[in-house]
């Protein structure tokens, strides 16, 4: 049982390079999330949506951007990386008709230098 | 607005103790609270909620959290501690005002079990 899939676990980028961090769930969840991790900030949401080709801006959107092409995938990108984007990344997906727990994928690891 | 307090860093308990991780809130309307573990490199994991019913819930691992309206509070408990509990802790409430799309989280509990 898969859950949520995030790829890649680990990278590093050189300053102003791009990227893009990949999500799957195979839940069939409606919602999906872009949540950063750093210390003592807790988990802050980047960026979020309720349906397939929606996406809407959490807390902390600048310098990221998301699609929604498919249900099952959630993609984030950084279009000019900057150290401050250095954190853990996660994904995230939810059924909220239900009751909103929340399913976590592994962690991206990114280093900006 | 809504918002989750967890108002300790870090807990420390000795193995086979009972544990205590503290966690308020604050809502408008009948709050839905959860408890999230994250083990070290790991992703969150759901641990148990909180959605109407009795106010004392059991989740994974012989987790339980007690539910109290009236202090607003949704602190987390553990009989017996294990080693192997050492991890990090996040309570969360899900924000009703915004429709249900978004969770707020606490800062985090590090709870360190000592052998």
């Known amino acids: 049982n898969a859950g949520v899939t995030q790829t890649p676990k680990f990278r590093v980028l050189k300053t102003g390079q791009s990227m893009t961090l990949l999500c799957a769930q195979d839940m069939n969840h409606e919602y999906m999330y872009w949540y950063r991790q750093d210390p003592g900030m807790g988990l802050r949401l980047i960026h979020y949506s309720v349906g397939e080709g929606t996406t809407a801006k959490g807390e902390v959107p600048d310098g990221y951007n998301v699609s929604r092409l498919k249900k099952q995938n959630f993609l984030l990108g950084l279009e000019s990386a900057a150290p401050s984007q250095t954190s853990v990344y996660f994904c995230a997906s939810s059924y909220p008709r239900v009751d909103g727990t929340i399913y976590f994928g592994e962690g991206s690891w990114l280093t900006v230098v | 607005a809504q918002s989750v307090a967890q108002p300790e860093d870090q807990v420390n308990v000795a193995e086979g103790n009972p544990l205590t991780v503290k966690c308020t809130y604050s809502?408008?309307?009948?709050?839905?609270l959860f408890w999230y573990v994250q083990y070290p490199n790991r992703g969150l994991q759901f641990l148990l909620k909180?959605?109407?019913?009795?106010?004392l819930v059991k989740g994974s691992y012989g987790f339980e959290a007690e539910f109290n309206k009236s202090h607003t509070s949704f602190h987390l408990k553990k009989p017996s501690a294990l080693v192997s509990d050492s991890a990090l802790y996040f309570c969360a409430v899900r924000d009703m005002g915004t429709g249900g799309f978004k969770t707020i989280f606490g800062a985090g509990t590090r709870l360190f079990v000592k052998a």
């Open positions: 809502v408008s309307g009948n709050p839905y």
């Open positions: 909180y959605i109407t019913g009795d106010n």
